[in-house]
Nanobody
Framework: QVQLVESGGGLVQAGSSLRLSCAAS????????MGWFPQAPGKEREFVAA????????YYADSVKGRFTISRDNAKNTVYLQVNSLKPEDTAVYYC???????????????WGQGTQVTVSS
């Protein structure tokens, strides 16, 4: 069983930055592919970023390229999402997800956290 706990969200002004964290349980975190998925009010959860188990490959949704950066520290069992130049439309609950079988790039996530709220005021 894998447990994911997100943190780092908050209420910020447009143009600000945040670093979201997702701490994972499990001895094999270093083999997981990880992703981040915000869900805005009244909308479906959407993909924004993913990272390979090794951390040496990442990919992003076009809408966030250049503003969001995903990274991981396997020694700390943690994945991060640095979000810069925040816009009011970035307001959402941000969920991290794990593919415990390491199937990077396939979007087959089998564990999800409970999310952290990011609210961006104009």
């Amino acid at each position: 069983q894998v447990q994911l706990v997100e943190s780092g969200g908050g209420l910020v002004q447009a143009g600000s930055s945040l670093r979201l964290s997702c701490a994972a349980s499990g001895r094999t975190f270093s083999s997981y592919a990880m992703g981040w998925f915000p869900q805005a009010p009244g909308k479906e959860r959407e993909f924004v970023a993913a990272i390979r188990w090794s951390g040496d490959d990442t990919y992003y949704a076009d809408s966030v390229k250049g503003r969001f950066t995903i990274s991981r520290d396997n020694a700390k069992n943690t994945v991060y999402l640095q979000v810069n130049s925040l816009k009011p439309e970035d307001t959402a609950v941000y969920y991290c997800a794990a593919d415990s079988q390491g199937r990077y790039g396939l979007g087959l996530y089998d564990y999800w956290g409970q999310g952290t709220q990011v609210t961006v005021s104009s």
